[in-house]
């Protein structure tokens, strides 16, 4: 099986910064995408930022937050800057994965969640 374990998670005061990191563990072959996603209380889970051979992010942290990855030790980053209240949520490590080369198949996993709060 796949673990994700994320980290990095906390309170930080309007305009700080913090970052994330989630690392990715078990019997993997390759992983394709991961990204991280939110859920604000009361609210959907929403993408936040993902990263395969480029990067998406959604529209409200364009500039302020920066997705990254190391292969090397299937780790996945999120650094956030400029941080805002409504940046706070519950964060998600998400991972496409293959188990092997053959037969290859993505499956996606996701890790516990971290909680970000932003103080005014």
């Known amino acids: 099986q796949v673990q994700l374990v994320e980290s990095g998670g906390g309170l930080v005061q309007a305009g700080g910064s913090l970052t994330l990191s989630c690392a990715a563990s078990?019997?993997?072959?390759?992983?394709?995408?991961m990204g991280w996603y939110r859920q604000a209380p009361g609210k959907q889970r929403e993408l936040v930022a993902r990263?395969?051979?480029?990067?998406t992010y959604a529209d409200s942290v364009k500039g302020r937050f920066t997705i990254s990855r190391d292969n090397a030790k299937n780790t996945v980053y999120l650094q956030m800057t400029s941080l805002k209240p409504e940046d706070t949520a519950v964060y998600y490590c998400?991972?496409?994965?293959?188990?092997?080369?053959?037969?290859?198949?993505?499956?996606?996993?996701w890790g516990q969640g971290t909680q970000v709060t932003v103080s005014s």
């Open positions: 998400n991972a496409g994965v293959a188990l092997t080369s053959t037969p290859y198949s993505i499956n996606t996993y």
């Open positions: 078990g019997s993997i072959f390759s992983i394709n995408a």
């Open positions: 990263i395969t051979t480029g990067t």
